[in-house]
């Protein structure tokens, strides 16, 4: 039976301040540092035998003390970046709410519908990430695998791995470091455990 480990990357400093990061190419910061390597200490009792990333360094630099700890190299998948957030990169949650009332409305509630200007459409989300489920079906019905990725990508593989029709990513919480577990019976994707910390008081430093 094959696993999958949705992992959030650890705190930048845009996720602080409440910033839609996206594409912007962010660092972890000091407390997403030191929230990585604990998580490393606990996910490498999961015996995880392939790691993904996003190409996004604060991604990669999550997965990466796991993947010294256990002598396995970061495998990139660009399908795994984060949404191209367009006008909303860079804006903190409050000034997207102020400036665009209707498009955050929907995106967070009515999400498959929303539309970020000059930002990814849902439907792109969807359908690299559709690639990706048939990825791991066709290689990896037997292993445990670890993807490093971001906050609305996990959010939009619910849909995808649950075959969700709707949902709204504002209906759902995936804190930095968290990780979303999946196993695979017959050919579906069963949610184990959602947004779970290792465990959450050892993330208040």
């Not at 509630?109 to 792109?124: A, L, M, V």
């Not at 690299?128 to 990508?153: D, M, N, P, S, W």
């Not at 990780?179 to 050892?202: A, D, M, W």
């Amino acid at each position: 039976m094959g696993e999958i480990y949705l992992i959030r990357h650890g705190e930048t400093d845009w996720n602080k301040e409440g910033r839609f990061q996206g594409r912007t190419d962010i660092p972890l910061n000091e407390r997403g540092k030191k929230q990585v390597q604990i998580l490393s200490e606990y996910l490498i009792k999961e015996n995880i035998d392939f790691i993904y990333s996003s190409p996004l360094i604060r991604a990669y630099e999550t997965a990466l003390p796991l993947s010294q700890k256990l002598n396995k190299e970061i495998i990139i998948r660009n399908n795994w970046i984060e949404f191209d957030f367009g006008e909303w990169e860079g804006l903190t949650v409050i000034e997207v709410h102020n400036k665009y009332p209707i498009e955050r409305d929907l995106w967070l509630y009515h999400t498959e519908r929303g539309r970020i200007p000059k930002g990814e459409s849902f439907k792109n989300v969807y359908e690299r990430l559709k690639l990706e489920k048939e990825f791991i079906l066709e290689e990896h019905q037997e292993h445990k695998i670890a993807i490093f990725t971001h906050g609305a990508i996990i959010r939009a593989a619910l849909y995808v791995f649950l075959e969700i029709p709707y949902l709204g990513f504002g209906r759902v919480t995936v804190s930095s470091c968290s990780v979303t577990h999946f196993k695979i019976s017959k050919g579906k994707f069963i949610l184990i455990r959602l947004n779970y910390l290792f465990p959450h008081e050892i993330f208040e430093i």
